[in-house]
Each structure stands twice: as C-alpha cells, then as structure tokens.
C-alpha cells in the first residue's frame, strides 16, 4: 500500500508538472492570443525569405536566403543542408517603382546580386543560386541581417552576417550603381558566432548581436536557453584591422540580454537600438565617445520583435511574431502559417503604435520592416517575396 500510495504520488507529481510546463509554453508563446488583421499590403513575389531590409538612397537592400538548413540538428546536417539549399543572395529594389506598386501599379523585378569570380563582385544576375560563380572566399553564403553605412566620401558599403559551417562571418561589400564589389571577410572565433543583425558605424567598425549563447543545432541546450528566456545574449563593437589577415578588435558593451536581435542607431548616432526577442522589449542604449553602450530606457512589447529600422523622422520599426510558438512551429514547417505585425516605436515619448497585423495568410512570420516616405515594406524569415503597403506609414 505504502508503495502504490507512493508511486501514485509520484506519478501526480510529474502530471502537474507536465500540466505546469505546457501552460507556461502556452501562455509564453501566446497561443490563444487573438488576431485582429488590419492593413492592406500588396504581396510581391520573386525573393526567397527576405529576411532583413535596409535603405541605400534610392534602394531597398535585401537580405535573401533559403533558409530551409536552419532546421538542421547537428552541426554536420547544417553543413550538409547549407550546401543543398544553394546560396543566398543581396538583392536591391527600386524604391519609387515599388511606391507605385504598393499603390497598384506594375511592380518593379527584384535585382538579385551575385559574385561574379573574374572581378569578385557582385553584379546583378537572376541565376542567384548557381554557387559556381563564387569565389573560394564565399562558398557559402547565408546571409541574415544586414547594414549600409555611407562614409564622408559618399562610399557606401553593406555589412552583411553570413552564416556558414561552424561559424559566422561578416561580409562587407561596397555599393556602385547597382554593383556590389567584395571588400572584406571579418571572422573572430570568440565574438562573430551565432550572430544575427549588425550596426555599421564606420567603414571600419560596427555593433553586432549575439542572440543565443548556445547555436541552434546545438538541440537540447538551444532550447533550454529559448524556453526558459535565459540572458545570454549580448552586444559586441568591433573595430576592423588594417591587416586584411588580423581579426578585428571586438569587446562586449551590452550582456545579459535575452535574446538580443535587431540592432540599429538614431540619425545622430548618438544612441543604439535593441530589441530583445525573449525580452519583449525594444531598449535604447546611451552611446558615448568611445563606442560604450549605457542603458537609457527600454519599451516593453507583448511580441517577439525581430529586425529594427530607423525611418527618416527618427522613429523604429520591427517587424514582429505576435505568436512566437506559431513562429516556431512555421520554422519547421514553411507551409504554417504565423501571424505576422509591425510595430512603430517613439523612442521620445516612449510609445507604440501597430501599423499591420495578419494571421500570415499574405506573408508569414514577419522579420523586417521599412517605412519610406508613406509606403511601409515587410520582409519575413523564410517564405517567398514580400509586403508593399500604400499610406500605412
């Protein structure tokens, strides 16, 4: 008796904890979260998961890729599946043709760019995915968040996060008309790894985050750290060396951070912007002369916020997962769908304001979002093409 009453203790003991666990999933991943859509968007196709956006004069820059190997759950299946999944791409968009697209007129081609190996550029090319055309150098590219930055000397370059095998690099290359001309690999065994968006300051230096302290094919320990919401993410700055072979000299100015993703600065420099994905909240960092981050104030979200965007009145834009858990579940399976929102942030006033809601049905899970003149844009993870939305800004 004393052993049956025992065990069945036990066995209620573990009930209730299961019970404990899969509420908390629930509530942490906002599964009964209700969706009201609003905003009318204009889907584009002809990109696979523009997953970050940025802003050259008059171009949008994409950030494309395949990104079907981050479901690998082993360090050699992800080598394995980056190799099958072809190469990602940098791509630009015209932005006055894609304002009378938004607004229903023909909508302009995507001009993807790939590394043409005689002059180890990258010149537009619709044959994105053919990796013979890649110099050793870039055998892989997986491209994720990006940066411009434009120098006093009107040069403008693109910092690029490249996942490859084992690692991560930063690619930057330099804009002409509509060229991209590979200027440098910057690698750093302890600092450039499980990376995801990065910060041009200068031509020679930038921020970067590390959203997860354990990669995500790591299986177990990965999960562990995204579940529980662990603050392991953090911030470095680095600065490039004259030595094209010497890593770049890089230190850590923001840690403890869950989940760390976007990052961008305000028109004046003067201060950085963080959203945390695990924190729901978008933080403003202090920045001063030598580059060191301080902690100003931050604006708690209920979504997991995803790439940042700074428009030209000074205010952040995210595009955002309402649903993380639906996010997770689209992760491993494209073909379900994830609400998709963008929020706008006033950094002044320390308010928000959501500019489009969906359940994923036009475009699923949401990364990325831009807003030029009136017309907003929204780029997502891992499904085709993106959103043009007319007088939503």
């Not at 629930?26 to 998961?49: M, N, Q, T, W």
């Not at 081609?109 to 990258?122: C, G, N």
């Not at 020679?204 to 590390?210: E, H, I, P, Q």
Request: contains cysteine.
């Amino acid at each position: 008796t004393t052993f049956t009453t025992t065990t069945m203790g036990w066995k209620l003991h573990a009930l209730g904890l299961l019970f404990a666990a899969l509420a908390y999933v629930a509530y942490d991943g906002a599964v009964f979260r209700k969706i009201e859509p609003h905003g009318k968007c204009r889907h584009v196709s002809g990109l696979p998961g523009i997953e970050d956006l940025a802003q050259a004069s008059e171009y949008l820059v994409l950030s494309s890729d395949n990104r079907s190997w981050i479901r690998a759950k082993s360090p050699r299946e992800e080598e394995v599946a980056m190799s099958e999944s072809g190469l990602g791409t940098i791509a630009l968009w015209n932005l006055h043709d894609a304002a009378a697209c938004a607004a229903g007129g023909t909508c302009p081609p995507f001009l993807p760019l790939t590394v043409d190996s005689s002059s180890y550029s990258l010149t537009p090319n619709s044959n994105h995915n053919d990796n013979t055309t890649f110099p050793r150098a870039l055998t892989h590219f997986h491209p994720h968040g990006l940066s411009v930055h434009t120098d006093e000397h009107n040069v403008t370059r693109i910092f690029v996060v490249n996942h490859i095998p084992h690692s991560d690099s930063i690619e930057i290359f330099r804009l002409s008309a509509q060229t991209l001309f590979h200027e440098r690999t910057v690698r750093h065994s302890s600092v450039i790894k499980n990376s995801n968006d990065i910060h041009a300051v200068s031509s020679r230096a930038f921020y970067l985050t590390r959203d997860l302290y354990y990669a995500r094919n790591t299986g177990f320990p990965s999960l562990v750290e995204q579940f529980l919401r662990m603050p392991w993410g953090s911030v470095s700055y680095c600065e490039i060396a004259e030595e094209l072979d010497a890593p770049p000299r890089c230190r850590e100015v923001a840690g403890h951070l869950r989940m760390p993703n976007g990052i961008a600065g305000s028109i004046d420099g003067h201060s950085i912007y963080v959203v945390e994905s695990l924190g729901r909240r978008m933080i403003t960092f202090s920045r001063d002369a030598n580059s060191n981050l301080t902690l100003k104030s931050d604006i708690l979200i209920d979504s997991a916020c995803d790439n940042v965007f700074v428009d030209a009145h000074g205010a952040v834009l995210s595009g955002c997962h309402p649903k993380p858990l639906s996010f997770l579940l689209h992760s491993h399976d494209f073909t379900s769908p994830a609400p998709s929102q963008v929020i706008r942030f006033n950094v002044t006033d320390r308010t928000t304001a959501e500019l489009f809601l969906s359940h994923g049905e036009d475009l699923s899970a949401s990364s990325a979002a831009a807003c030029v003149n009136s017309t907003l844009y929204v780029g997502a993870v891992f499904v085709d093409g993106l959103l043009a939305c007319s007088e939503l800004c």
